[in-house]
């Protein structure tokens, strides 16, 4: 994932949002699914830190 690409999208009161990066990384975990009911602040994915390219 790149800085600013989308990860979620959250539907609220009909309306819908969609949750960017704030930093690059790989996605390590989901921790919801499609239609769950979320509590405002619950972690919805977990970013991790992107493992670096081997030189050579």
Same mark, same amino acid.
């Given at each position: 994932?790149?800085?600013?690409? &989308? ?17 690059? &990384?790989?996605v ?6 499609? &239609? ?19 030189? &050579?």
């Open positions: 994932m790149e800085v600013g690409e &989308g990860l979620v999208v959250v539907e609220a009161m009909k309306m819908e949002n969609e949750l960017r990066a704030t930093h690059r &990384g790989i390590a975990q989901i921790h919801v699914k499609a &239609g769950d009911r979320v509590e405002k602040g619950a972690p919805l994915v977990t970013l991790s830190a992107e493992p670096t390219q081997p030189s &050579g």
